[in-house]
């Protein structure tokens, strides 16, 4: 009941629909870019996990190898710089408040995904 509450407070004010939607920007541009339709997969699958973060985690997806690794690369350049930074800047302004500290520690926690979503996958939490 915990995470169902703090999920629906952290869509109205932990941002969780504006960096949604910098994902779907994302992943809209890379499905434009038929070479990089990976990146657009990684990037919904980022979107989905941005909407609804607590009682989930990202671990290692196995299997992943050194493609993956080498496209992370890429996907850094190409849009995750400027994801991880958007996580950063929304995740100093809410720890700026009490309140806002468990989105703000949301928002740190998204930060590694955004430089590196591909290899990964999204879990809930037991």
Do not use: Q
Not at 35 to 49: D, K, M, N, Q
Request: proline content about 6%; aromatic content about 12%; hydrophobic content about 60%.
């Amino acid at each position: 009941m915990i995470r169902f509450l703090l999920n629906v407070l952290w869509l109205v004010f932990g941002g969780g629909i504006v960096l949604a939607v910098g994902y779907g920007i994302a992943a809209l541009i890379c499905f434009a870019l038929v070479v990089t339709i990976p990146f657009g997969v990684a990037s919904l699958r980022l979107a989905s996990y941005s909407l609804w973060p607590f009682g989930r985690t990202v671990v290692p997806k196995p299997g992943a190898g050194v493609a993956s690794g080498l496209a992370n690369v890429l996907w850094v350049v190409l849009a995750g710089w400027w994801l991880a930074l958007s996580h950063i800047v929304a995740g100093v302004t809410l720890c700026v408040t009490i309140i806002g500290i468990p989105f703000g520690v949301a928002n740190f926690k998204l930060v590694p995904t955004a430089f590196w979503p591909l290899g990964r996958e999204v879990v809930d939490v037991a």
